[in-house]
């Protein structure tokens, strides 16, 4: 331990002389070049872009970093490039690497939905290795921006609702891409997006406004934020919005005071695509230039793609408006990670092709995508019919009808941010694929796609009907297509496009038992499937191997266990929702309660599935709650709750057993749930086991009215449980 501290330190001592040295030797041009990035689009429009010949830019140390160049071909001539220049400073290649690289996994939302944060930092492990050996440095992720309304595309991108467990989340994504630490050639920078606040855009519209107080910005936004940098995260990327007329690329209280300042964040801040230029359109930046002396201002150290660093910062400079100091600052914080990725000892330490050779197809990233993909599976419902419930699919089901517009897809199961290998189908297995091959011939597969994913096409209903008809059981399977969730998708109206659920009324109408499969980057709506089909999956996007764990889930060779990151709405209206909302002078009592009381005449409060929800093939008991103390210490206090969870069904299965909290009183009004802790655990058929969680008073810590982060002593409910309905309760008293 002292070894390797004292190893750290001798680290950065070498560090911090090489680059102290770099930058005495550099001209005012040179450092302003390293806070340039371009995206790399040869491919498209050829060598001359309508801003110069990138390549000579290169050249002459006018870049320090590129976006989507990839490969070892490219990344390597470029490289050789960007040596020619008087400094010999490599370049840093960046990617968006959401999601999986060269093998997707699920969409983060739906990784999320596992609940298993071993499993998403392998996740992140694998998709910078593969990354990595194709030349990459740094990945545009992970997104850890909390949000509450699933109109908004980028909900995908996430962890959920939740600051709890989205910080957990974050702490595992960044362990995952940074591996063993920078300058390790598995290893990726992991870049923390989008700060901030970027998911409470206003209607959930995408780039859109946010306006809320420093309190909540501080208690529900940031913290996931707070725990990427504590866990080492190596760069940040600015959000689009404002945060209270403020655009995030030239907020100095986000960047300056909490992230550089408090935080004491020693990475670099990069801007979102344009958005330096954008604060001129949001109405902050007089112009360009004004725009550039506002970024450099509060923080923002690296200009991706909008040019105006490169075109204002000199002349910002010589008039005396933007202080040395400040270039100096940013340009060392982007030498840092350079050296930190071993670059100036081998700029091409990433280019391998033996190594990218072995990314291809690698076999076991697939055996751990269909892995996740599974875990990854929320199951909603699953009544039964005849008598038994109708998953577990088995060898009874003598014939299986496969309908809908994702059975045979592949591209669809990819989800949004596949962008390194958008066209990947013959690798991608389709979900007819997967459940064909997980039959094992037991069973007759029949199949028809009934209609497209989202227009008026009814021609393909009576084959549906007919082919429904003459099966066992059908699965159907529904949703949005792979790019109506993400950047720059936000939808209205987030029920199954199309005419998706006219399908499935018509072949529920056949009487036959209908198991539905839903694939989406957000929650949906669909209240009429939800009351009506005997069993639902939502499955997500869940990437390459999508077919195979859905299948695995279907037939029960892997007995679902996801459980809801976000809190699923009846109905549009009801946006945004969230569970640990607060309590209000006039609560309802319940969903009926319509008695002015803070409720909609015309809908119920509560949401179609809570947020931690999710059913198992088993059944799972929790009980006997009990508390090491009823008192907690105001200053460094401890109290101990465990439970007994016993597996009280059929399977072997796993459950996450969640632990939440209410603060009675405060001075400030207290959620009426928030999440604290979680585990997930293994029972076999008719095991119980003790578990136990322990709360500590920093972990009752809020963000009172003066923005200060304190205790106040006071009565809390405790609650434990399978979902943020959770009932068991106990009672303690911080003093
Ligand atoms: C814009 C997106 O908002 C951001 O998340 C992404 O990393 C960049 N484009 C680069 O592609």
Redesign the pocket.
Known sequence: MLLSLFATACFAQKAEKFVNELLSKMTLDEKIGQLNQYNGDWGATGKITPDGDKETQIKNGMVGSM??VMGVDKTRKLQELALQSRLHIPLIFGQ?VIHGFRTTFPIPLAETASWDLGLMEKSARIAATEAAAYGIHWT?AP?IDISRDPRWGRVMEGAGEDTYLGSEVAVARVKGFQGNGLGNIDAVMACG??FAAYGAAVGGRDYNSVDMSYRQLNETYLPPFKAAVDAGLATM?NS?NDINGVPATGNSYILRDKLKGEWNFKGFVVS??GSIGEMVPHGFAQDRKDAALKAMIAGSDMD?ESRCYRDYLKQLVNEGKVPMALIDDAVKRILMTKYELGLFDDPFRFCNEAREKAQENNLGHRKFAREIGAKSIVLLKNNAVNGQNLLPLSSQHKSIALIGPFMKATVANHGFWSIAFPDDSARIVSQYDGIKHCTKNHSTILYAKGCNINDNDRSGFAEALETAKKADVVVVSLGEAHDMSG?AKSRSNIHLPGVQEELLKEICASGKPVVLLINAGRPLVFDWAADNVPAILYTWWLGTEAGNSIADVLFGDYNPSGKLPMSFPRTEGQIPIYYNHYNTGRPAKDDEDKNYVSAYIDLSNSPKYPFGYGLSYTSFDIANLRLSSSKMALNGGKIEASVEVKNSGNYDGEEVVQLYIRDLVGSVVRPVKELKGFKKIFLKKGETTTITFSLTSDDLKFYNNDVQFVNEAGEYDLFVGNSSNATLKGHFSLE
């Open positions: 976006l989507n968006d545009f997104m997006k989008h990327m689009f979102d695509w991706m950047e």
